[in-house]
């Protein structure tokens, strides 16, 4: 059973609020730059945001490399900025966001402090290269190579704070999804994926930190993704790879058809990152000592006399590796069905967590079970009307004010249509139409928007909702009633169309 104690999606944010800003400026920078006519006074501004960055910045921008002569010679960060130039005060952000990030080793993964600052910039650069070989943006890469372990960085820290989680023991276990399916239930991928959104990094750098292991037969569709997996193998080569992913990284055609890339590029690729990582590696420390877990490293790189290799799951992944990719299926109609019952996106979250809590344990039972989805709906559905009734004040009903016979009293009370003027849907699509559907939802009261959905959305009878709700039959019928009525209303005079417009 996964130790998962007291693990929330809120404890997860609350670590990573608690590291250092400079990824949110990396961020900023990367929207920033891509206006290619950007002044460097904003660039300057948000590097000052983070004043340790900044002084960091100046530092190295007064080295010899950048024309310094070890003497202090320009003191501020739009001199600094503008010493360096654009792409190269980029990159330097990266170098330093990765040594402020790092700050100890992780405990629990049993990755020292330089071998992951090492891991994270050669893989940034090794990103770097290969994207402008394979067409694809090099800043994005580059981030994307840079932010990749950030769900490990954290899960080590929400360790610390769990009781019952062992460190990883890679000769035990294999692969970190082993460990970490029972330790925290959700992946490091999933958790850096989580941060990066919520750190507002753009949505192409998060869909490739949270495929890039290419466990799904369509994250193969995503380029970066790929790309990001085939710079471990690089990686992995020059013996820097982290313990647990080495299964991940294994050469196969199929990446480097997916890239467009020739061997001959990628060894190019590889030779340039190298070069570059030699150029940066004083700005993290001294040269920690390559990271070997067994005799079958992967190659990494194709050699031009290798065969088409075959790609095999590793031995080590089972049913852990399976559960993430059943959750990532599953994920978006579970966290659907409670935020339209509880009408509050943080609260859904919580509430899709937990319901995937119980699905691990009870994976065994699941795992082939063609019903899966409609158990995980009933269960969504459940812990969400649970949560209404347990942790709000008991339901105050103010159709309870209005006497309806017991007897079908309210049966025959005339339908309203679950509608909208015409005018208000007017060029709007089907997902368009959805959005403001379920905008005016939330608007509902919640004795209106339960059994409504509960109705139209899990079709559901009345009887049934009735005994879900545990109030009378014909309370159902006139709530569900007046909330056609209500959201009728709602819509017509286009509710919430200021909020969801933003």
């Not at 490091?188 to 959104?197: D, F, H, P, Q, S």
């Not at 390559?290 to 080590?316: F, R």
């Not at 006497?403 to 339908?415: A, K, S, Y």
Request: charged share 25%; glycine share 6%.
């Amino acid at each position: 059973m996964p130790a998962t104690g007291a693990l929330t999606r809120e404890k997860i944010f609350e670590i990573a609020r608690s590291l250092p800003p400079a990824p949110k400026v990396l961020a900023g920078l990367g929207e920033l730059l891509l206006d290619v006519n950007v002044d460097l006074e904003p660039v300057a501004d948000l590097i000052k945001r983070d004043t340790a960055l900044a002084a960091h910045i100046i530092r190295i921008s007064n080295s010899v490399a950048y024309g310094g002569s070890g003497e202090i010679h320009v003191g501020t960060v739009e001199d600094a900025v503008g010493r360096v130039g654009f792409r190269e005060v980029y990159r330097l952000v990266g170098v330093v966001t990765t040594g402020r990030l790092v700050e100890r080793a992780l405990k629990f993964y049993g990755v020292p402090t330089e071998a992951l600052r090492v891991n994270m910039l050669y893989t940034a650069l090794v990103c770097e290269a290969l994207a402008e070989a394979a067409r694809l943006d090099p800043r994005k890469a580059y981030t994307a190579g840079l932010m990749r372990p950030l769900g490990i960085l954290v899960l080590d820290r929400v360790a610390e704070l769990l009781t019952s989680v062992e460190p990883y023991n890679h000769e035990a276990l294999g692969s970190y999804a082993t460990w970490e399916a029972r330790s925290f239930v959700f992946s490091n991928c999933y958790v850096a994926a989580m941060i990066l959104t919520e750190w507002g990094f753009p949505t192409e750098i998060v869909e490739a930190v949270r495929d890039h292991y290419l466990m799904r037969e369509a994250d193969y569709g995503n380029r970066l993704a790929c790309l990001l997996n085939l710079a471990g193998g690089i990686v992995a080569v020059a013996g820097y790879a982290l313990p647990g992913e080495y299964g991940y990284w294994e050469s196969t055609e199929r990446k480097l058809t997916a890239l467009n890339l020739t061997i001959r590029q990628v060894n190019q690729a590889s030779d340039r990152a190298r070069a570059a990582f030699e150029a940066f590696r004083v700005h993290i420390g001294p040269e920690p000592t390559a990271v070997s877990c067994n005799s079958d490293e992967p190659s990494g790189v194709l050699d031009a006399s290798d065969e088409t290799p075959v790609q095999t799951e590793p031995a080590e992944v089972t049913s852990p590796d399976e559960f993430t990719t059943f959750m990532r299926d599953y994920q978006n109609m579970v966290y659907t069905t409670a935020a339209r019952l509880l009408g509050n996106e943080a609260q859904a979250e919580d509430i899709a967590q937990e319901v995937f809590i119980k699905a691990y344990e009870r994976w065994d039972d699941l795992r082939a079970s063609p019903a899966a989805g409609g158990w995980l709906k009933t269960v969504a559905t459940n812990m969400s009307i649970n949560h209404l009734q347990r942790y709000r004040k008991r339901w105050r009903f103010f159709s309870e004010m209005t006497r309806h016979d017991t007897d079908g009293g309210g049966e025959d009370q005339p339908e309203i249509e679950f509608a909208a003027p015409d005018q208000f849907f007017a060029g709007m699509d089907q997902d368009e139409r959805r959005a403001w559907v379920e905008q005016a939802l939330e608007a509902l009261p919640e004795h209106q928007r339960v059994p409504l959905v509960l109705y139209h959305f899990d079709d559901l009878p009345y009887d049934e909702i009735a005994a879900k709700l545990g109030v009378s039959l014909a309370k159902v019928k006139t709530d569900i009633l007046r909330g056609r009525t209500a959201l009728a209303r709602l819509l017509a005079r286009g509710a919430g169309r200021e909020q969801l417009a933003r």
